[in-house]
């Protein structure tokens, strides 16, 4: 069985589960709005420009983890999968994945957003195995710090090459799929790269490289 590997954001989901859930939590009066949304902003343009620090984002992005209740989150999480989530999942893309469970193929989500947030996305593709940022908790709660090397850049190839290793597999065969040049470290790991309505410097990199370039939002 070969390992097919998705990236989630701009990529199954037509936009990004780690900025929506900001922007949700603003809405909801979790966070100082002003505030929340212009550092959400500003860390989304830092994202795309590739020049993002991912521990100061960490630091910002988990920090209404820590400082709310467990129940209070789940329920707030389970109105922004239905409400912020749900229409953005691309029909293509559950095609996609569908294609590839069919063809007996290994499914996983591998993703910088944290595990909070993306473990019932991953759930609505059907998909098992998921690699996110794993925020860190002590005796139930979250301490607003990340465990572990964060799902981004460089990380996630650490963090793929942990998980082969448990799972007693490689990445023969494998394939993954990415809108993003902040995924080129593990784009250029895998047997098979396919950048999925890339961004202007992957489709740049993908055309050099005589990479697959498709689209799920046709």
Same mark, same amino acid.
């Given at each position: 069985?070969?390992?097919?590997?998705?990236?989630?954001?701009?990529?199954?989901?037509?936009?990004?589960?780690?900025?929506?859930? /900001?922007?949700?939590?603003?809405?909801?009066?979790?966070?100082?709005?002003?505030?929340?949304?212009?550092?959400?902003?500003?860390?989304?343009?830092?994202?795309?420009?590739?020049?993002?620090?991912?521990?100061?984002?960490?630091?910002?992005?988990?920090?209404?983890?820590?400082?709310?209740?467990?129940?209070?989150?789940?329920?707030?999480?389970?109105?922004?999968?239905?409400?912020?989530?749900?229409?953005?999942?691309?029909?293509?893309?559950?095609?996609?994945?569908?294609?590839?469970?069919?063809?007996?193929?290994?499914?996983?989500?591998?993703?910088?957003?944290?595990?909070?947030?993306?473990?019932?996305?991953?759930?609505?593709?059907?998909?098992?195995?998921?690699?996110?940022?794993?925020?860190?908790?002590?005796?139930?709660?979250?301490?607003?710090?990340?465990?572990?090397?964060?799902?981004?850049?460089?990380?996630?190839?650490?963090?793929?090459?942990?998980?082969?290793?448990?799972?007693?597999?490689?990445?023969? /065969?494998? @394939?993954?799929?990415?809108?993003?040049?902040?995924?080129?470290?593990?784009?250029?790991?895998?047997?098979?790269?396919?950048?999925?309505?890339?961004?202007?410097?992957?489709?740049?990199?993908?055309?050099?490289? /005589?990479?697959?370039?498709?689209?799920?939002? @046709?």
């Amino acid at each position: 069985m070969a390992l097919a590997i998705f990236d989630l954001d701009n990529t199954l989901l037509a936009g990004d589960s780690d900025y929506l859930w /900001g922007r949700f939590l603003a809405a909801e009066g979790i966070v100082d709005r002003a505030e929340y949304e212009r550092e959400n902003e500003r860390f989304y343009r830092e994202y795309k420009a590739g020049t993002l620090d991912i521990r100061e984002f960490l630091r910002f992005s988990l920090r209404p983890l820590r400082d709310n209740a467990r129940e209070r989150l789940e329920a707030l999480r389970e109105r922004f999968v239905a409400e912020q989530i749900e229409p953005i999942i691309l029909p293509a893309a559950k095609e996609l994945v569908e294609r590839h469970r069919e063809a007996g193929d290994i499914l996983l989500i591998i993703t910088a957003t944290n595990e909070f947030v993306t473990a019932p996305i991953a759930a609505r593709f059907g998909v098992a195995h998921l690699i996110a940022t794993q925020p860190a908790e002590e005796g139930g709660h979250f301490t607003g710090e990340p465990e572990g090397p964060p799902a981004f850049r460089e990380g996630k190839v650490r963090r793929l090459e942990a998980w082969l290793e448990q799972q007693q597999t490689d990445l023969a /065969g494998s @394939c993954f799929y990415s809108d993003s040049h902040n995924d080129l470290p593990l784009l250029e790991r895998v047997d098979r790269p396919i950048a999925v309505d890339p961004d202007p410097r992957l489709r740049e990199a993908a055309v050099e490289r /005589g990479w697959s370039i498709i689209s799920l939002r @046709c």
